[in-house]
């Protein structure tokens, strides 16, 4: 890797408290009520107070795939259902994730001058082919079955460890006590950190959904200050593993030996880490979470997993598509093409909204009930369709199962003892905080 450019900068010239002033709106309102052309899904306060399902149910009765372009992310196409979601994402020649084209997520603009390194990150989930398979293909092994089953006792001893130190007849977050402690030590393994280190690996996980968040950052810019912390410590380790005689078997090794990864650019380095980090952490830690919410809410489900723990495996597939951790990805339009009927122009921003293509009754029957023995459940759409597919969605699924497993053997009830506060992200379908008081046998 070549030093990075510590003069590039880019000239912020309003905060994020004044963004988020800007366009603030009332997240009680019934979307039904909004003129259509005006209803805009995107909203981040939104998501924060979590009333942007009924936003999704409208656009999918009666606008599907529907045109935004006054709200805070500009003009973007919002599609909503099921088969239209699975037909952007597995055209891959016509819908472009580069992120010189504006990449994965709403806000992303295409490049028309120098990006700027201090904020172009470029990650191999933002490129397209041949770029994005040759640096896929440098970490897939990792996830290959027999080291997930060389994983799966560690994990097991993991849980068990953090379900034992949990306080018994006091609430307490299982957000911080649970979730982010038993993915952040699995990322650690998987990056062959010390375990200490765990804490930073989430705090840079949580960075990078709160750029935009003025109760984390006044502005954009000082969030990308932090985030290059984390390129620091992780070059560091790039060294550290350039150095050993016989090349070691985690992540970083493997990015360090690959040739499609083995001369990448500071913030292409960096990029990738987060995307392992964001990818490994948020989606599992909220489905985690998001699964003890929906069984507390379900109680008929509950019973279903006392009296059946053989369920869990489908239960996991579930919770998954219930929750649906990463909202939306997005596509650019390399052409003019059409989906449903409607004309999109080349270069427009295309936003699949997995959140609502999971809740698409026309697809899914009964889909907006949480239903742990539902027939069919892994056909979600959770972990995206075609190349981009989610490379780490059996890690992902295993820690789900390991936990369930062992929460079961220990556990009557995990109890919700107050309300979630959810994140403020139209990406990342997250929960931050969620109070619980767990009961015994």
């Avoid at 990448?264 to 003890?292: A, C, H, K, Q, W």
């Avoid at 427009?348 to 293509?357: I, P, R």
């Avoid at 239903?371 to 459940?377: F, N, P, Q």
Wanted: net charge negative; aromatic share 8%; charged share 30%.
């Amino acid at each position: 890797m070549t030093d990075k450019d510590p003069s590039a900068r880019r000239d912020y010239t309003r905060s994020n408290a004044e963004m988020a002033a800007q366009w603030k709106i009332d997240v009680n309102r019934d979307p039904y009520d909004i003129p259509l052309a005006e209803l805009d899904p995107a909203h981040d306060d939104l998501f924060a107070a979590n009333k942007m399902l009924p936003y999704f149910e409208r656009l999918r009765a009666e606008d599907p795939v529907h045109l935004s372009e006054g709200g805070p992310y500009g003009r973007y196409w919002s599609i909503t259902k099921y088969e239209d979601i699975m037909a952007v994402d597995t055209n891959h020649k016509v819908f472009s994730s580069d992120i010189r084209n504006g990449g994965i997520r709403l806000g992303g603009q295409r490049l028309e001058s120098e990006p700027d390194p201090l904020t172009h990150l470029p990650m191999f989930i933002m490129e397209d082919q041949p770029k994005h398979d040759e640096q896929r293909k440098a970490v897939q092994p990792m996830f290959q079955p027999q080291n997930l089953l060389d994983l799966e006792p560690l994990i097991r001893e993991r849980a068990g460890i953090i379900l034992d130190e949990l306080p018994h007849g006091k609430a307490f977050n299982w957000v911080r006590e649970v979730s982010v402690e038993l993915t952040g030590r699995t990322l650690a393994t998987l990056f062959d950190v010390p375990q200490e280190d765990r804490h930073k690996l989430i705090h840079w996980s949580d960075t990078v959904e709160r750029l935009g968040d003025p109760e984390y950052f006044e502005t954009p810019e000082a969030g990308f200050m932090e985030l290059w912390k984390c390129w620091e410590y992780f070059d560091a380790v790039w060294k550290e593993r350039q150095s050993r005689k016989v090349p070691g078997t985690d992540l970083i090794s493997m990015l360090v030996h690959s040739p499609s990864t083995k001369d990448m650019t500071p913030n292409e380095y960096l990029g990738n880490m987060l995307l392992l980090i964001v990818g490994g952490n948020d989606t599992t830690r909220n489905s985690i979470t998001g699964g003890v919410l929906a069984l507390n809410q379900n109680p008929g489900e509950y019973k279903k997993l006392h009296d059946n723990p053989d369920v869990i495996p489908n239960m996991v597939s579930e919770i998954i598509r219930y929750q649906s951790p990463v909202a939306h990805m997005c596509r650019t339009a390399l052409e003019d093409t059409e989906v449903r009927g409607r004309k999109i122009k080349k270069w427009d921003k295309v936003a699949m909204w997995y959140v609502s293509g999971n809740r698409d009754d026309e697809k899914i029957p009964r889909a907006n009930e949480f239903l742990i023995d539902r027939e069919g459940a892994r056909h979600h759409l959770s972990f995206g369709f075609g190349i981009h597919r989610c490379v780490g969605n059996r890690v992902g699924e295993m820690q789900l199962r390991i936990l369930w497993e062992e929460i079961q053997k220990r556990f009557k009830k995990v109890e919700v003892a107050g309300e979630p506060k959810y994140l403020r992200s139209n990406f990342i379908r997250g929960i931050t905080e969620l109070p619980v008081i767990v009961h015994s046998h």
